[in-house]
């Protein structure tokens, strides 16, 4: 009778269990990753160092609900699918430095912050998906987004959305806010349909042939061709372009970890962040979530190796998020998502 | 419990329940002031005028949808007979076993470019790309009225066809001997009558379409409410969002003040059409030909765009799904989640709601009555407002315990309430508790006065009254708030995600998150398993509807 009873009791307690200030081998993480994905990564770190991982997982806010659960705050570590919401998170304050000799040794400085308020632990390019029937070209840069070739034939999510606004971001960064608000202007009149969905439906509506060429992160395309059955024909019906800047190369973005400035369980926090660029946990990163890894000599996952060479945009990351709020003006001025 | 303790314990629960719904309201106003006016520049050029006229045409459309759709229903199934009709007459109901956000997410797929229509589409007239020919794209706010209108129209067809059922049929009968057309009669005699009815459906629709956030954030629709979403967590301005919030809750109140406006006139309306014990008798007149298949026509399409073809969809995605890719082994501890919170939202707001209303009934004073039905605006608060202006009290209470905790000597014991699922219980029985006092106070209207009066000649105290009278009487109507509060507590989630603690989904987040990476499809099984539980309660509801018996209990 007490055995039928225990699995109910213990949902109870979960349900209403309190989030633990400090707890003994356990560590917080608030992550923008879906729990499901990074579930595999937290395993084998709780394999290897015993440490308990317990998961905050949202798809926007998470900054916030630190800052509104204050001093008291569980939060130990936050992570990140792109360098805007560590940013953001710096700005709301709930973040502090960390000085990691690990983190400084393996990850190059192009992506951390050289403060040490947060540090890079992947990589994706934003790039081109492009019809294989009817676009033949096999290059293309950003810039090119805009020429009047291409009327009717773009699509893209929301301008708002933060791997767009990172690229606007980073097109300022490049060309200054006159040009990119002309280039928005001229990327808004290609499009086929109304900015909506997400990447992968980028794919589906060239594949549909609602237009030829979207814009889409590298590891959408990778996980439809590779794991996700149902979408395999979106993939199959598309290539990977890697565009460039005219005077760069390709747009890139990075998981980011950043320690939460309250973090009750500092010690595991710091072992989870130095772990996470391990060679281990590099190597799922690039095989699970097929991302590019940021430690040297680990090897990218095949789908990935073949889009082609990756030739990373120099422009520092810092210096994009400085324009990641004209950015997000830019978008509302031109009516990008109207 | 002597009578003076009594006393003071009624008139707290009174408070305690006006308190309740008082404390967001403040948060919210608070956070709205310590902004410092900077950020409120860039709102009103670019957000506000987007967001209120997104959610003008939104709820201007549904209102039209749902007013049409539930009234034109509503008068078929009360009016005439047809193949079909007792069928429909509940199946009408089910669309409410649906959250909005889950049929905008299977009408996104249903007509997407590779849903059947569009396949259909394309093989039928040999089109080889989708750029070749015209379709309507679901994420509009065209698609949005489509999608909420067809799920919410029964809160309307509900509501009218209770007061169809109920009406004098005398009235009718006599303009019809007289040489009124059917027409002339709904036009003059029958639609005026229900008039308050249908606008207080109306209302539900609007309301329920202001708290929604994930069918218009999939449908990219930039509602007033989405917007206080995204500038909060997008934008990172908390104050901004509790100003947004504050122009919605302006929307609101003139809602709210609307539909208590027709009540007042529905009240003189009532003793117009006067006592309905002749109900029942009236089946309604039998239509022949086209006109009878017309009629089940009508009410059929509503049933099937509302609920079955997206159940349909649901259905057969979970079992391709499920055989294909297994069943994901979480689902079951996630629906374990939020069965709990759901339960725990039931305890409170019954405890709450009845409470209050049992209470405000013994004070028999004019500001019993007041909190009572202050208490029940919870209900007019979206679920995004809820949570944010519930961080300030949550804060309060959790310093409070820290500095407790430490002033004995101890670490901080971490956040009591924000951190724990009491955050999303608490959030849930504001937001439901309307529905508690609300069947309380309906079931108790209908015990009469005298019945407590002879209780207390008999000597019985407010004890002995509420626990051998009140209670028994209204165990129906508990049960069906009971019911309703579990379902709409289910199907919530802009409370559950904002509020959720750590390692915890519930069934609704969990699909918001399927959802928004794009792959919807593979939560399907728990999008079925929150409609499932829905349908009990949708189908209970019509039973609801049955003509209200007038007289009341005890004065026989």
Not at chain 1, 141 to 165: F, M, V
């Amino acid at each position: 009778m007490l055995n039928s009873r225990a699995p109910v009791l213990a949902t109870i307690v979960a349900a209403f269990a309190v989030a633990p200030a400090f707890a003994q081998g356990e560590v917080n993480v608030y992550t923008y990753r879906e729990a499901k994905l990074i579930a595999p990564l937290f395993a084998a770190f709780t394999k290897t160092t015993g440490v308990k991982v317990n998961v905050v997982s949202a798809s926007s806010g998470l900054e916030q609900r630190i800052v509104s659960e204050g001093a008291n705050s569980p939060a130990d570590v936050l992570l990140t699918v792109d360098i805007a919401r560590v940013q953001d998170a710096l700005n709301a304050g709930v973040t502090q430095p960390l000085k990691s000799d690990v983190l400084e040794k393996t990850i190059p400085a192009q992506y951390r912050d050289p403060a040490g308020n947060w540090f890079g632990v992947s990589m994706r390019a934003r790039v081109v998906y492009a019809s294989k029937d009817r676009v033949k070209q096999d290059a293309i840069t950003y810039e090119d987004l805009a020429d009047p070739k291409w009327k009717g034939k773009i699509c893209i999510r929301s301008g708002q959305q933060i791997y767009n606004n990172a690229l606007f971001a980073a097109f300022i960064a490049h060309h200054g806010e006159a040009k990119t608000e002309n280039w928005l202007k001229g990327l808004k009149a290609n499009l086929a349909q109304k900015p909506s969905g997400g990447d992968r439906e980028v794919a589906r509506d060239i594949a549909a042939g609602k237009c030829d060429i979207g814009l889409g992160n590298t590891y959408y395309w990778a996980l439809m061709q590779n794991v996700e059955a149902d979408r395999k024909p979106w993939a199959e019906a598309t290539k990977v372009i890697l565009p460039t800047f005219k005077d760069g190369g390709t747009h890139i973005n990075v998981s980011a970890a950043a320690l939460a400035r309250h973090a009750p369980n500092k010690a595991n926090a710091v072992k989870l962040m130095e772990w996470l660029a391990g060679e281990q946990a590099q190597q799922i990163y690039a095989d699970m979530n097929f991302e590019y890894p940021l430690r040297a000599g680990v090897a990218l996952n095949p789908t990935v190796a073949s889009y082609g060479a990756l030739k990373p945009d120099a422009m520092p990351l810092v210096k994009i998020m400085e324009f990641k709020k004209a950015a997000s003006v830019l978008v509302d001025k031109v009516g990008f998502d109207n | 419990m002597n009578g003076a303790s009594a006393t003071v314990a009624v008139r707290c629960i009174v408070i305690a329940a006006a308190l309740f719904v008082a404390a967001p309201l403040a948060g919210v106003l608070q956070r709205a002031l310590s902004g410092n006016g900077e950020v409120w520049g860039h709102l009103v050029a670019f957000v506000l005028p987007v967001a209120i006229a997104d959610t003008a045409m939104l709820l201007g459309g549904l209102a039209v949808v749902s007013g049409v759709v539930g009234v034109g229903t509503a008068f078929l199934v009360a009016s005439f007979r047809f193949p079909g009709r007792s069928m429909l007459a509940w199946l009408l109901t089910l669309p409410l076993a649906f959250p909005a956000y889950i049929v905008a997410y299977v009408y996104v797929e249903v007509l997407g470019p590779f849903g059947p229509v569009q396949s259909a589409l394309r093989a039928l007239f040999g089109f080889r790309l989708a750029s070749d020919y015209w379709f309507p794209n679901v994420r509009s706010i065209g698609g949005a009225i489509f999608v909420m209108g067809f799920v919410l129209f029964p809160y309307v067809y509900l509501a009218a066809l209770v007061m169809f059922r109920s009406q004098n049929y005398a009235l009718a009968e006599s303009a019809r001997v007289l040489g009124a057309s059917p027409w002339r009669v709904a036009r003059d005699i029958v639609l005026p009558l229900a008039r308050p009815a249908i606008a207080a459906g109306v209302m539900l629709v609007l309301l329920e379409a202001l708290n929604d956030i994930g069918a218009s954030e999939y449908l990219g629709v930039q509602t007033l409410t989405l917007s206080v979403f995204v500038t909060w967590l997008n934008r990172g301005d908390l104050a901004g969002a509790a100003q947004v919030a504050c122009t919605l809750l302006i929307v609101v109140a003139v809602f709210v003040w609307l539909e208590r406006r027709g009540r007042g006139i529905g009240r003189n309306m009532r003793s117009f059409a006067g006592h309905s014990q002749q109900a029942g008798a009236h089946d309604g007149a039998v239509l022949h030909g086209w006109r009878s298949w017309g009629a089940t026509l009508a009410c059929a399409v509503p049933v099937a765009l509302g609920f079955l073809i997206p159940f349909a969809y649901l259905a057969r995605e979970a079992i391709v799904r499920s055989l294909r890719n297994g069943i994901d082994a979480d689902l079951l501890r996630h629906a374990a989640s939020t069965f709990i919170y759901a339960s725990g939202a039931v305890s409170v707001t019954l405890a709450l709601g009845f409470g209050a209303s049992m209470a405000a009934r013994l004070i028999v004073r004019g500001w019993a009555r007041v909190c009572v039905s202050f208490a029940g605006l919870g209900y007019a608060l979206p679920g995004t407002v809820l949570a944010l202006g519930l961080l300030t009290p949550f804060a309060l209470i959790d310093d409070l315990f820290n500095a407790v905790a430490r002033a004995f000597g101890g670490r901080g014991v971490g956040l009591i309430v924000a951190g724990s699922g009491a955050a999303i219980v608490i959030a849930l029985s504001i937001r439901f508790l309307a529905i508690a006092t609300g069947l309380a106070e309906a079931g108790l209207a209908r015990i009469s006065a005298d019945l407590d009066g002879a209780a207390r000649i008999a000597g019985a105290g407010a004890c002995t009254l509420i626990a051998t009278i009140h209670l028994p009487l209204l165990r129906p109507a508990l049960a069906a708030a009971a019911l309703i509060v579990f379902v709409d507590s289910l199907k919530e989630l802009s409370i559950a995600l904002l509020l959720r603690p750590m390692n915890v989904e519930t069934l609704s987040t969990y699909v918001y998150q399927f959802a928004a990476r794009g792959i919807f499809e593979d939560a399907a099984l728990a999008a079925l398993l929150i409609v499932a539980i829905g349908i009990v309660p949708a189908m209970r509801t019509v039973r609801f509807a049955r003509p209200v018996e007038e007289g009341r209990i005890g004065t026989e």
